[in-house]
């Protein structure tokens, strides 16, 4: 089975500073890893992924993840933050077995001061 | 495509009323998911589907949930009866395959009371 655990539920940044938001996986087969963003009252959007090609992964925004086998994390970063960045951020893991099936962890909330 | 399109996006019933949640996934992709978020428990699967067939349906909470898939085109997910306690955001998501990404419904906020 499949499990992803989110780092700090809230993280809080200054405008223009880094943004890391740590997620760490649990799989006994190779991952697909995905970090999907959550807007208020939206749905979830597709951030970025990884399906077993380059480990360092870009996504949309500005952000990217860097998948680490060895540490088994798959953190979000993005050098400098802005205000309209502000969202819940997930992380959620599938395998090549499970149909699409995603896991997800349990979200953090990116806030971000001017 | 307009994406996948879930009906209706707030729904507030009485404890002990029949809901009924609808979902159009995008075309072509043949996997649907069905989703509950609530501040306590985060995201959990509920239900998923291949080529309409239910998969894997453990995450259905109780007896009182149950989805269908009738063609390609669309699902539902019913509550009977509702229990205030089923009050969360229900999102539909559907999905192509592997190397591709699962794409989001906006969801329905049900409220029961």
């Known amino acids: 089975a499949q499990s992803v655990t989110q780092l700090g539920s809230h993280v809080s940044v200054s405008e223009g500073a880094l943004v890391l938001l740590r997620c760490n996986y649990s799989?006994?087969?190779?991952?697909?890893l995905f970090w999907y963003v959550q807007y208020p009252n939206q749905g979830l959007q597709l951030l970025l992924k990884?399906?077993?090609?380059?480990?360092l992964v870009k996504g949309i925004n500005g952000f990217e993840a860097e998948f680490k086998k060895s540490e088994t994390s798959f953190h979000l970063t993005k050098p400098s933050a802005h205000m309209s960045d502000a969202a819940e951020y997930f992380c959620a893991v599938t395998t090549y077995n499970q149909g699409g099936k995603l896991i997800f962890g349990q979200g953090t909330e990116l806030s971000v001061k001017p | 495509d307009a994406g996948v399109i879930q009906s209706p996006r707030h729904e507030v019933t009485e404890m002990g009323q029949e809901v009924t949640l609808r979902c159009k996934p995008i075309?072509?992709?043949?996997?649907l998911f069905w989703y509950r978020q609530t501040m306590m428990r985060g995201l959990e699967l509920l239900i998923y589907f291949n080529n309409n067939v239910p998969i894997d349906d453990s995450g259905m909470p109780e007896d009182r949930f149950s989805a269908k898939m009738p063609n390609a085109s669309f699902s539902t997910l019913k509550i009977q009866p509702s229990e205030p306690r089923d009050s969360a955001v229900y999102f539909c998501a559907s999905f192509a395959g592997m190397n591709t990404e699962a794409f989001f419904g906006q969801g329905t906020r049900l409220t029961v009371v």
């Open positions: 990884y399906t077993s090609a380059a480990t």
């Open positions: 075309s072509g992709h043949n996997s």
């Open positions: 799989s006994s087969v190779p991952p697909y």
